[in-house]
């Protein structure tokens, strides 16, 4: 990233069979120090979305329980707007974006924080990303079928 005011957008296509799949847009500093908005499989209500925070190696999901989204294609942003960060869906047929979770802390993602933080190392920059995570093992696939960014 090389501004403190931008905003990021995916279409994804993933349908979770159970909450050891997720796939989803993230703004990832380091493995102690990032943020993924992911499409999960939930047990109880089906497909939803989940904010996953890491801070200074202490993870959160927000909400605890995923929000339910419609089957189909999404689209993801992710809007920085200097030491915020929110998180936004819709449906790729819908032009209403619906915010989820709270205003997140980004000064995490700055090279400054792991050491503020206690942690003995600190790297090179901020990144948005595009992950898949399958924990079972069946090797589910999401399709991203474009990615942007623009700055604001």
Not at 33 to 61: F, M, N, P, S
Request: hydrophobic share 40%.
């Amino acid at each position: 990233m090389q501004s403190l005011a931008v905003v990021f957008e995916t279409e994804i296509d993933f349908e979770p069979e159970d909450g050891l799949q997720s796939a989803g847009l993230g703004l990832y500093y380091n493995t102690s120090c990032h943020y993924l908005l992911g499409v999960v499989g939930d047990e109880i209500e089906g497909r939803g979305l989940q904010i996953v925070a890491c801070d200074a190696q202490k993870t959160c999901r927000l909400p605890i329980h995923p929000q339910p989204v419609p089957s189909g294609p999404l689209i993801l942003r992710a809007e920085l707007q200097r030491e915020r960060l929110r998180f936004s869906f819709r449906a790729k047929a819908s032009e209403h974006w619906q915010e989820l979770g709270p205003e997140l802390d980004a000064t995490i993602l700055s090279d400054d924080y792991p050491l503020e933080a206690g942690l003995d190392f600190a790297f090179t920059g901020t990144f948005a990303v595009l992950a898949v995570q399958d924990a079972s093992g069946l090797r589910r696939s999401a399709i991203f079928r474009w990615f942007k960014s623009e700055q604001r």
